[in-house]
């Protein structure tokens, strides 16, 4: 049997997610070890187990000896969702877990790098789909940190992402696409298969993409650059996906900081007042704390909305002074320098 080996790229970071449709047999457990190997993967989501919970200790320490991982078999007895990874190189703290998806807070230790990662494996009906979307709406408003979710949504979200089979309606990406939008989310740059899963049946075969990865506004400010790609399928019907973060210099968010020029907007102390006068439950401190976040994000919108340049018209009114200075050193007299260095 070949575990997993112990290394990781020096470079990219990676993750895997993966619906490997049951890694019970060896030469299933080979297969799903191979891409493991062969692209270096540290984090692993595995979905469509169907491993009970008897059996997961034998089969996680004869696959992915040393490893951690947490399953959702307490949501369901099959254990749809299995997230494992080398804890020298990653902390991972569990969030939340439902039949459908996985929440969990991440912490990349090299590059001291935190996040949160969701990974998903739909039902293939209409209302179980309805409850997932419900999920990560809720979850989007109770989390404000980097946020990827990825996984088998068993959904398409465009007319091209099915060849062959029942022809795609607006009615079937309505709800999906609605999530998407409420939950502020960019579907992750990707390469490799156009198809992440097809039936495998003989003759006039249907290809789809049901598997995604999204991320959220702040993954954008404060992750280095992120790409997704697909391989092929291999011994599943579904393509491996892999998330790689260039481990280069961290942008890291800048601190907030209030800005006196948005107190002469008109609405100002009505924004402030509205969301102070807020009703939030819990202890005192845990009041004004969720109150200063929510005040936060509104006024950065504030600030998008009517002031977005201001730090750039600022820089530029400075070194249109200082130009004006340095001329007026040779030439004190001319009035229109002065009058430059009035404005």
């Not at 481990?247 to 900081?257: G, H, K």
């Not at 948005?262 to 969301?275: G, I």
Request: neutral net charge; glycine residues 4%.
């Amino acid at each position: 049997m070949r575990e997993v080996k112990h290394y990781l790229s020096q470079n990219i970071v990676k993750l895997l997610s993966w619906n490997v449709r049951g890694p019970k047999a060896p030469n299933k457990q080979n297969e799903v070890t191979f891409p493991c190997n062969k692209e270096k993967i540290g984090l692993i989501g595995l979905l469509e187990t169907n491993i009970k919970s008897s059996r997961i200790d034998q089969i996680a320490n004869k696959i992915f000896g040393g490893w951690h991982y947490i399953t959702n078999l307490e949501s369901h007895y099959n254990g749809r969702i299995w997230i494992l990874w080398r804890s020298d190189y990653f902390n991972v703290t569990l969030i939340e877990r439902t039949t459908q998806v996985v929440t969990c807070e991440v912490k990349y230790i090299p590059m001291q790098v935190e996040f949160m990662v969701s990974f998903v494996y739909a039902f293939n009906t209409s209302e179980g789909k309805r409850e997932l979307w419900n999920k990560l709406t809720q979850q989007k408003i109770r989390y404000d940190k980097p946020w990827l979710i990825l996984g088998d949504f068993n959904a398409v979200l465009r007319v091209d992402n099915r060849c062959d089979g029942v022809l795609v309606t607006l009615a079937e990406v309505a709800e999906f696409q609605s999530c998407i939008d409420t939950c502020e989310l960019l579907e992750l740059p990707n390469q490799g298969q156009r198809y992440t899963w097809n039936d495998k049946h003989e003759g006039e075969r249907i290809f789809s993409k049901i598997d995604w990865a999204f991320i959220n506004k702040e993954w954008l400010d404060t992750i280095p650059p992120s790409t997704n790609r697909y391989l092929t399928e291999g011994i599943s019907d579904h393509c491996p996906t892999i998330i790689e973060i260039e481990e280069a210099a961290v942008r890291v968010r800048n601190s907030f900081q209030y800005c006196n020029a948005w107190a002469e907007y008109p609405n100002f102390k009505e924004k402030v007042k509205s969301t102070w006068d807020m009703e939030i439950d819990g202890y005192k401190m845990f009041q004004v704390v969720q109150k200063m976040k929510i005040l936060k994000k509104g006024l950065k919108e504030l600030n998008s909305q009517h002031f977005r340049n201001i730090v750039l018209e600022v820089n530029i009114d400075r070194e249109a002074l200082k130009g004006a200075q340095i001329k007026m050193q040779t030439d004190p007299m001319n009035t229109e320098l002065q009058n430059k260095e009035k404005e």
